[in-house]
């Protein structure tokens, strides 16, 4: 299995900067993309960001400019960089991830607890 593991949400004032960290950790062989997703109370869990094994990278209308996706593969572990920070931003921001597993040719999909981000009006 791969377990995910978000950090970095926390209370900022609109305007201002954060950068959500998950790392992967189990018994994969590759991650071949890497995504992060967020829900706020009462809507659809939506996709924000998404990167590939080739580290190809694309975004949700609102937040293109403003978000950056990237990942670091030596430390297994996707970084979202969120600057100019809006209230509507504010949702629990989830990774989520298709991996292959060392036992498997397959490729599975994996989700992280989430890490609440809330972004103060």
């Known amino acids: 299995q791969v377990q995910l593991v978000e950090s970095g949400g926390g209370l900022v004032q609109a305007g201002w900067s954060l950068r959500l960290s998950c790392a992967a950790s189990?018994?994969?062989?590759?991650?071949?993309?890497m995504r992060w997703y967020r829900q706020a109370p009462g809507k659809r869990r939506e996709l924000v960001a998404a990167?590939?094994?080739?580290?190809?990278?694309n975004y949700a209308d609102s937040v293109k400019g403003r978000f950056t996706i990237s990942r670091d593969n030596a430390k297994n572990t996707v970084y979202l960089q969120m600057s100019s920070l809006k209230h509507e931003d504010t949702a629990v921001y989830y990774c989520?991830?298709?991996?292959?597993?060392?036992?498997?040719?397959?490729?599975?999909?994996?989700w992280g607890q989430g890490t609440q981000v809330t972004v103060s009006s």
């Open positions: 189990g018994s994969f062989s590759s991650i071949y993309v």
């Open positions: 989520n991830a298709d991996a292959r597993l060392t036992s498997s040719r397959y490729g599975f999909n994996y």
């Open positions: 990167i590939f094994s080739g580290e190809t990278s």
